[in-house]
């Protein structure tokens, strides 16, 4: 009978730590979700931008200011390192998503789909000089679970309907 107990209150031990880890990750990563919220308000603010959209991904905020035409991209990997960008829509010539595998053996496919080698799936914003190109990752199969690679494609295509619209927008003057 004595061993039931112990082991009963082992048990509610064990459970306890692991709710009271799950709780703290889950508030360092509001944390910095928050951060990166204000970071690009802060960025906004700047540089006179009103974002009619924002997509909060994983070390990632970008921001649309559609009246403007400019796209903010904010890259946070940590609470100490931060690179920002604003990227001038006039200045885009294609926006494009692109997929990445890693490498496929001979015969590999038969026995695992193709999803299970994505590596990354990426927005590709090229400029217009064809020196530079802007990529924001929407996946990336070291930091995101493979079940998010589906919903984060489909992050990514409607930012790149978005962001293709006005890309091939000529600017209209107001008298």
Aim: hydrophobic share 40%; with cysteine.
């Amino acid at each position: 009978m004595s061993t039931l107990i112990v082991a009963a209150i082992l048990l509610g031990i064990v459970t306890g730590i692991c709710l009271l880890l799950i709780t703290i990750d889950k508030r360092v990563k509001q944390k910095h979700m928050n951060q990166l919220l204000y970071r690009i308000q802060a960025l906004g603010a700047k540089h006179q931008l009103t974002f009619s959209s924002q997509e909060l991904l994983k070390n990632y905020v970008i921001g649309l200011d559609g009246v403007h035409r400019k796209l903010t991209v904010i890259h946070a990997p940590d609470t100490t390192k931060c690179d920002a960008a604003v990227v001038d829509l006039a200045e885009v010539k294609r926006c494009s998503v692109k997929k990445q595998y890693g490498t496929i053996s001979s015969g590999a496919l038969k026995q695992q789909k193709l999803d299970s080698y994505l590596e990354q799936i990426v927005l590709c914003l090229e400029l217009k000089d064809e020196k530079d190109t802007v990529e924001i990752p929407f996946y990336q199969a070291l930091e995101n679970h493979a079940g998010e690679s589906l919903e984060l494609e489909q992050k990514a295509k409607r930012w790149e309907v978005i962001l293709s619209k006005l890309v091939d927008t000529p600017v209209q003057k107001t008298a």
